[in-house]
C-alpha cells in the first residue's frame, strides 16, 4: 500500500526535551492509523552543514524518538543537524524473537525501512527549510534500526530491475550493531561510506555471518544475517570504504554506543563530506579496554 505522503510541511512541539528547550516535530507522513514524523534537532554553535537521520532500535516493538536526545545533544553541540524518526512498530507488543514467523519479522523491517525512506523523501523535498544539505545527509540506526537502515541502503525487497524504485544516494551510513538479509545486494548499489560498531558476543544481531538470535533452523522465526564483519569483508575485497570498530568481548550493548562514540562518528562523517580518501581500517578494541 503506498503511503500518503504529507504534502504540507507541519511542524508541532513535541512532548520531549533537549536541555530544557523543546524540540520540533515534524510530521512526515500517515500510513493507515500511524502518524509518522521525526523530531529535529538544531545544530548547537556554529553549524556544519551535515546531517544525520537516525531510525532507533526496539526491536521492531519498541523503542521511543525521545530516548535518542543524548546523542542527538552530543552531534549538535558539534554542529550536526539530527532528525530521529518515530516509524511503524509493526511487532509492537509482541516479539521479535526465534517463535515469531520469519516473514512476520521481514514485514517488521520491511516496513521500518520504507519509513526511513519516506521520512528521507521529506527532508530532502523540504532541504531548503530544513536547512539540510542533500549532498551531506547521512543515515545511522541502533539496533532494530541499524538493520532497518541497512535492509534500506542494501534493499533485498526490491525486485531486481525495478524502474521505479529510486535509492536515494546518502553521504554515508552508520550502524551500531546491525546486520544485513542478504549480503548479494552490495554490488547492486553504488559504494557507500561505511561506518560499523558491533560486539564480538552480540547474541541478538550476529557479529558475522549467523541466524538472526542465533535461531535454530526448526525455529518458525530462523533467517539468517549478515552482520559488521561479514559487510566489513566484503566492502574490503572491493576496496571501497567502510569503519569497522570491533569490541571484543561485548555484546549487543554497543548498539548504545552512539550515546557516547562521538569523537569517532565526527571523524568519519567529516572525512566523508571533506571529500578524503581514506582505506578500509578495523580497529579492534580489547576485551581488557
Known amino acids: 500500500m503506498r503511503p500518503l505522503l504529507v504534502s504540507v510541511f507541519i511542524v508541532t512541539l513535541a512532548p520531549c526535551l533537549a536541555q530544557g528547550q523543546q524540540v520540533p516535530r515534524l510530521t512526515y507522513a500517515i500510513k493507515d492509523q500511524d502518524t509518522l514524523w521525526v523530531d529535529q534537532y538544531k545544530p548547537k554553535g556554529t553549524p556544519n552543514g551535515i546531517s544525520v537521520l537516525f531510525v532507533h532500535g526496539g526491536a521492531f516493538t519498541g523503542g521511543d524518538p525521545a530516548n535518542q536526545t543524548p546523542m542527538a545533544d552530543g552531534l549538535t553541540k558539534l554542529g550536526y543537524s539530527v532528525f530521529v524518526i518515530k516509524y511503524r512498530l509493526y511487532l509492537k507488543g509482541k516479539s521479535f524473537g526465534c517463535e515469531t514467523a520469519t516473514p512476520e519479522k ?25 536547512q539540510v544539505d542533500t549532498t551531506k545527509l547521512f543515515i545511522a540506526g541502533s539496533s532494530a534500526g541499524a538493520e ?33 538479509l542478504d549480503i548479494n545486494n552490495i ?15 552480540d547474541q541478538l544481531v550476529p557479529y558475522g555471518t549467523a541466524a538472526h538470535r542465533f535461531c535454530k533452523a526448526v525455529d518458525a522465526g530462523w ?32 548498539s548504545n554506543y552512539m550515546f557516547r562514540k562521538f569523537k569517532e562518528m565526527d571523524e568519519f562523517m567529516k572525512t566523508v563530506v571533506q571529500g578524503f580518501s581514506f582505506p578500509t581500517a578495523h580497529i579492534v578494541v580489547k576485551k581488557e579496554e
Request: hydrophobic content about 45%; aromatic content about 12%.
Open 106 to 130: 521481514l514485514k517488521a523491517i520491511r516496513l521500518a525501512a520504507e519509513d526511513a525512506a519516506d521520512a528521507t523523501k521529506y527532508l530532502t523535498s523540504h532541504a531548503a527549510a530544513l
Open 148 to 180: 532497518a537502515i541497512l535492509n534500506l541502503v542494501y534493499n533485498p525487497f526490491v525486485r531486481k530491475g525495478d524502474k521505479n524504485y529510486k535509492p536515494f544516494p546518502y553521504a554515508g551510513a552508520l550502524s551500531f550493531s546491525g546486520a544485513v
Open 187 to 201: 554490488d547492486a548499489c553504488p559504494p557507500l561510506p561505511l561506518f560499523l560498531m558491533h560486539g564480538t558476543n
Open 223 to 254: 533467517m539468517m544475517m549478515f552482520g559488521a564483519h561479514t559487510l566489513y569483508e566484503e566492502m574490503q575485497k572491493r576496496n571501497w570504504p567502510v569503519v569497522l570498530y570491533t569490541y571484543e568481548g561485548k555484546g549487543h550493548e554497543v
